[in-house]
């Protein structure tokens, strides 16, 4: 028996209406396997515990954390009750960086029964390899002075390792897909950082001849995102690049509701974590409304994570095959409830195995 041992996170808002439904998809799973346990531990850290202990998450969590295969988190932040950038280096990137996690994978694809805003959006299937421990998210810089003189300086740190590292990822991904990579740069406007980018990725590019790539400035890559999906494998793309091209992606899927995210620890020290690409949509919580698909998609990214990638593209088919069949949120065109899709996804599922037997 396979046994794993999940830390989950619902966080805030509809990360508490996505997460408890995902969690019956995964027990479902382990019952298709046969061999195959998840233990779930909940933690209640979100910005309501915030108001309460004045953190997001107590001092030990880490070290609690650290002993877990995985963690399984829903989305971070409530502006009403906390500062979102407390909310979320106080937790989702506290988590981020204290365990390593320096690889963000989310792919887009299109999807057979979503009605994508584009016009023809053919059939596109990308995977973005956001760098995650570093860039444009940086706790360098500061405020001084106040009034007309008021300044802020926010510093953008881009290291040798940290960029190789990504761009290797990204390579080395594309190897098993189509052999293709995209570097997303400004070296036109950002006269450091950017260069520096296109530099690392020339030279890692040298290690993988058989592999083709292209380079674009990231406002045209947006646009391309929009006009070509199709032409595109796999991006490798800065912390900040990353997270808007990611939207972009489940939006021209049809819904960021949708996109899934994997934040990956590469060197075996620490859990990695799975949670959506979307955040906690104050504006629709508490209606049962949620789009409960990224975060089981998430939950597909942790199977592949553990060795079982079979199950998880069976996991991907019966969502396919749901949507399909018009069991859908309403932000996908449907009148389905969060809990009715994951319902639906559960019992496809168990189908699918008397098909099998
Ligand atoms: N990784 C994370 O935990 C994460 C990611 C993004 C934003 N956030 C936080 O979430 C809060 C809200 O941020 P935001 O409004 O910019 O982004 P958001 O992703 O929460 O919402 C953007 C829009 O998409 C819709 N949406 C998102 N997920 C959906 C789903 N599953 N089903 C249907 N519709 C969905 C929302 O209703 C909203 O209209 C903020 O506090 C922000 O910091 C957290
Ligand atoms: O900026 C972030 O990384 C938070 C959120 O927007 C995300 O995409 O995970
Ligand atoms: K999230
Ligand atoms: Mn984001």
Redesign the pocket.
Known sequence: MKHFDIAVIP?????KE?VPPSLNVLNTIAELHGGLKFSFTEFPWS?EYYLEHGEMMPESGLETLKNFNAIF???????EMVP?HI??WGL?IKIRRAFEQTINIRPAKYFKGLRSPLVNPKDFDLLVVRENSEGEYSEVGGRIHSGQDETAIQNAVFTRKGTERAMRYAFDLAKQRKNHVTSATKSNGIVHSMPFWDEVFRDVQKDYSDIGTASYHIDALAAAFVTKPEIFDVIVASNLFGDILT?IG?AIMG????AP?ANLNVNGKYPSMF??????????VGKN???????IWTAKMMLDHFGEAELGQRLIDVIEEVTEDQYK????GGKST?NVVADEICSRLLKSEALSK
């Open positions: 966080g805030d808002g509809i990360g996505v910005c988190l829903g989305a971070v932040g409530n502006p979102d909310s979320l989702l939207d489940g819904s960021i509701g949708i995210a949670e959506p690409v979307h955040g906690s949509a104050p504006d629709i409304i949620a789009n409960p698909i990224g975060q949120t309403p932000d996908i969060t």
